[in-house]
Every structure is written in structure tokens, then in C-alpha cells.
């Protein structure tokens, strides 16, 4: 039945067209073989300087390393000092108010956030904001008012009777004084809280005061309706709303220059407002291959393909279903057959919407969707991301750079030299060689610029010294033969025959990546 669905949504999908090729992955027009980095971790904080300070300093490194887009952490006010942003106080206060007990959000001032994003665009680098569109935290007034207690489980279905509330859902922002914007939220802009303080319980209650809406019914049907997810959840069917939103929208990217929006939790906001968004900001001057990317967290494909047909090619998605092919390949070890690692994932079936991605804040240890991609899989997971042609890949910075959370020396080591090799080697046409279940194998044959490389993953247990079962694949070379050595140990060295054909392999449980010798 899934593959009859599942054959069916890809029918339907035959007349949209895809995202990425409609978007600027690159400042330069010129750059090749584009890579974005997600550039912080869920506890991330620099010991000496501020973090909008050490990504500015990092800029020639990413460059050099061919990064063409950085999606930064939420730059809004939390409802905290050291909120990471998605406990969204204040769009509009991005480190230059004093509210919530301090003038800079957790990751700097606005001068300094600014100062990053011109260095970005110094190194040709687009810098995509994180827009936290879904909900509010940290209220400044108490209110009163009619909701309806309903099912955590079922949003659909009533607990009991409607009855009056007292919610933090009164948000003045007295510490702005109204500049950039003059809207203040009030119960009236949202459609739902989860805290009553006349009971001091905890719940999901429906705000059904007079002129309430209900929850929005153009929202994943997940839990019976998906439209809350935490805090007080913004109803983006009232115009001040969308007005205010859409303002936003236009002031941050005018601000910072950025390239484009990471859009936070789009299965529990009105699809017709997000549409609706992402079209206005594309019709700002220069801004008509705005580059936006939807974080649709489900490992169904079906349910994210859905979502591609709905916003017709608005959007590209990050790929869930093949990060949890990952995940769970890291989990099964030799007894995943690496030959499926594709199979039902959005890179497969719609190459042009998929972000690739190996893990990120949210599946770290810990966190909210943990599905963290151990290191017994992390390096072959990024060698299928980096080095092959479809999608875009995006790689997180608790895998690249030092952190106390998530880091492994030598997976950042062998991380750098795959992102060197995306960039100089993997070009070209690519040919697949997935023959064994332990073990597989790709080229990319290069152009008439680039040099191409030959890719081998092998997930199989083995003594440290072992290697993989041969993979032969051909590297074209119009019948000549050539020597090929590994990135990883310059020792290692492959002649191919006359005929193209080379018996590749690499050490068992690893990867290695082979490059004609100069």
C-alpha cells in the first residue's frame, strides 16, 4: 500500500518543478559544487568573544573550505538571556534593545551580527536566517480569557467545556518602544497556550475568546491537528499578523543582507501564510532566487513530498528520511544493507528539493529529536552527501569544529579533507556500483575543468588493518590507464587498466576517496 501511495504522490508531483535550481546557492554565480554549513550546535558559545564575532573570524576558513551558504542560529530575542532563539521573544529585537535582561541576544549585538554578515558577503558567502515564525515565549503581561482544554493527544477533541483563562499572552516590548515596529501581540493574535495561571496547570488549550478562528486547519494532521507546538502559538490567518510577519520578513533580510530563510517548524504553521511569505520576500528588489529551506520534520518521505507539492516549488526541504537512513545505519552496523541507504528519501525522488544532511542542534544527544548519527557511520554518511550530484548538502558545525557536545577529532579531520575533495574532485557524471550489502561504491567521472574522483563506503566490521571487498568500477578515461591514490594515506595507490576499470576499495567500516595522481 506504502509503494502505491507513494507512486501516486510522485505522479502528482510530475508538474511541479523543482526548488534548488530556482535558487542562488552561491553569492557567486560561478561557484561550483555549492555547500552550506549550519554554523552552531544547541550549547554553542565561543569562551573568548561573542558568537557573531568567531563566525566573522571564520569566514576565510569556510571559504577556503567551499562553503557557499551559513545558516546561522535564530538572531531574534529570547525569551532569556541565553535562550538560543527559538524561545522567540521579540523578531524585531536582534540585539539592540535592553529586554529580557540584556541588550544582546545569546549569540551578540546587532552590530556585531551585522558585522558578520558583511564579512560573509566579503567571502562570498550567503547567510540564511533562522525564522522562528510558529510561536511566542516570555509574555510581559497576564491576560484573561475564554479557551477550551483540549486533547494533547487530539487537539481535535475537547477535554471539557470552554472556561476562563489567565495566560502570558500580553507582549509590550517596552524596551523597544515601538521602533522598527508599532504592533504589540495580544491574546487576539494567537490560537492557542499551554499554561493557565488560575490553575497553574499545564495543558494545550484552544484560545476561543470572540473573534478566534480556531486552530488553523491548513497544518499537518498530525496529533488530530498540528497547529500547536509550544508557548503561545501565533495564528497567522489575523491580518495585524501577517502584516507584522510579512514587514519582518522584508526588515531582516534588508538588515543583514542575508540570502535567504530557514523556516522553523512549517508542519505546525498555515501553509498559506508561509506561501504567501516567501512569495513577498522574493519580490523584494534582487531577491527573485531568494534561497528558503523548510525544516519538515518527518522520516516519512510521503509526508514530505506532500508538503513539495503544496508550496510547488517554493521551498526546498531538508531530506529527514535520509538522515534516519543514517541514524539508523549507525544503529544496525553491519547488519544494515548500505545498498537501501537511498531508498524512500527526498534526494532519490525529488534530487532538486533535497538538503542533504548528516545530523544538526535538534538530533544531538539529548535534544528534542535525538537520532544523532554515531562515528561509526558519520564519515560515510557525509561521503554520500558531499560527493555525490544530487541535492544540496549541508554540513553542522558540532562535526566540523571543536565543541564539548558532539565532538570527534578524527571525523572533523577526515570531514575537511571530504568538503577539499568536493570541491577540486567531484565533478561530473555519476555512476553507481552498490553490489555488496556491506559494501559500495560511486565515480564521478569529472569535466572538461575539473578532475573526478571514486568514492567507496564500507559499513562492515572488520580488524583495524582490514579493508572492504573489491568494487570494481570503471573512471572512463578514454581508454587510458592511470594511477589513482587515496586522500586519506598517499600511499595507497590504484592503477586502472586500459579499458577504464580499477579494483577500488577502502578500510572496512570507513570510506576512502581516490584521485588521479598528478
Not at 88 to 106: H, M, N, P, V
Not at 391 to 398: A, H, I, L, S, T
Amino acid at each position: 500500500m506504502d509503494t502505491i501511495k507513494l507512486w501516486i504522490e510522485r505522479l502528482r508531483l510530475r508538474s511541479v518543478s523543482p526548488s534548488l535550481p530556482k535558487m542562488q546557492l552561491a553569492p557567486d554565480a560561478n561557484a561550483q559544487n555549492p555547500v552550506m554549513i549550519q554554523f552552531f550546535t544547541w550549547e554553542a558559545q565561543h569562551p573568548d568573544m561573542s558568537w557573531w564575532k568567531h563566525f566573522a573570524t571564520e569566514m576565510p576558513s569556510l571559504a577556503e573550505l567551499g562553503f557557499t551558504q551559513v545558516w546561522l542560529p535564530p538572531p531574534n530575542k529570547a525569551m532569556r538571556k541565553q535562550g538560543q532563539g527559538y524561545d522567540a521573544y521579540d523578531l524585531w529585537d536582534i540585539g539592540e534593545f535592553d529586554q529580557k535582561g540584556t541588550i544582546s541576544t545569546r549569540w551578540g549585538t546587532k552590530e556585531e551580527l551585522l558585522q558578520a554578515c558583511s564579512a560573509a558577503r566579503q567571502s562570498n558567502i550567503g547567510v540564511m536566517i533562522d525564522a522562528v515564525l510558529n510561536h511566542k515565549l516570555g509574555a510581559d503581561r497576564l491576560e484573561v480569557f475564554s479557551a477550551v482544554p483540549v486533547d494533547p493527544k487530539n487537539r481535535l477533541r475537547a477535554l471539557e467545556g470552554e472556561r476562563e483563562i489567565k495566560g502570558w499572552t500580553a507582549f509590550d516590548f517596552l524596551g523597544r518602544q515601538g521602533k522598527h515596529s508599532q504592533m504589540q501581540w495580544t491574546q487576539e493574535h494567537f490560537s492557542g497556550l499551554d499554561w493557565d495561571e488560575l490553575t497553574q496547570t499545564n495543558g494545550v488549550y484552544r484560545i476561543s475568546s470572540g473573534g478566534h478562528k480556531g486552530w488553523s486547519t491548513e497544518v499537518d494532521k498530525e496529533l488530530g491537528n498540528y497547529d500547536y507546538l509550544l508557548g503561545v502559538n501565533i495564528d497567522h490567518r489575523h491580518p495585524e499578523v501577517r502584516q507584522d510577519l510579512f514587514s519582518w520578513g522584508s526588515w531582516i533580510l534588508e538588515e543583514t543582507g542575508g540570502s535567504g530563510f530557514r523556516l522553523d517548524a512549517i508542519k505546525h504553521i498555515d501553509r498559506s501564510f508561509l506561501l504567501e511569505f516567501i512569495q513577498r520576500s522574493r519580490s523584494l528588489p534582487n531577491r527573485e532566487r531568494l534561497l528558503v529551506v523548510s525544516e519538515c520534520w518527518s522520516a516519512n518521505v510521503q509526508t514530505i513530498l506532500a508538503y513539495v507539492r503544496a508550496f510547488q516549488g517554493h521551498t526546498a526541504f531538508f531530506d529527514v528520511p535520509l538522515h534516519n537512513n543514517f541514524h539508523q545505519a549507525s544503529k544496525k552496523g553491519p547488519s544494515y544493507d548500505l545498498r537501501r541507504i537511498f531508498n524512500n528519501t527526498l534526494v532519490a525522488i525529488r534530487p532538486g528539493d533535497a538538503v542533504t544532511f548528516v545530523d544538526n542542534h535538534d538530533t544531538q544527544v539529548g535534544q528534542s529529536l535525538e537520532s544523532w548519527v554515531d562515528t561509526n557511520f558519520k564519515i560515510q554518511a557525509y561521503a554520500l552527501i558531499l560527493l555525490r550530484c544530487d541535492g544540496f548538502p549541508c554540513v553542522f558545525y558540532g562535526d566540523l569544529y571543536p565543541n564539548e557536545e558532539c565532538f570527534d577529532q578524527e571525523t572533523a579531520a577526515k570531514l575537511g579533507q571530504l568538503l577539499t575533495t568536493r570541491k577540486k574532485f567531484a565533478h561530473g557524471a555519476m555512476k553507481d556500483y552498490f553490489e555488496h550489502k556491506n559494501c559500495i561504491g560511486f565515480v564521478r567521472i569529472g569535466d572538461a575543468e575539473c578532475p573526478g574522483c571514486v568514492v567507496v563506503i564500507s559499513n562492515e566490521a572488520g580488524a583495524p588493518d582490514s579493508v572492504s571487498p573489491i568494487i570494481r568500477m570503471n573512471v572512463g578515461l578514454n581508454g587510458k590507464s592511470a594511477v589513482f591514490r587515496s586522500i586519506f594515506d598517499t600511499s595507497r595507490q590504484i592503477t586502472t587498466d586500459g579499458g577504464g576499470w580499477g579494483d577500488f576499495y577502502c578500510p572496512c567500516n570507513s570510506v576512502d576517496v581516490w584521485i588521479k595522481a598528478q
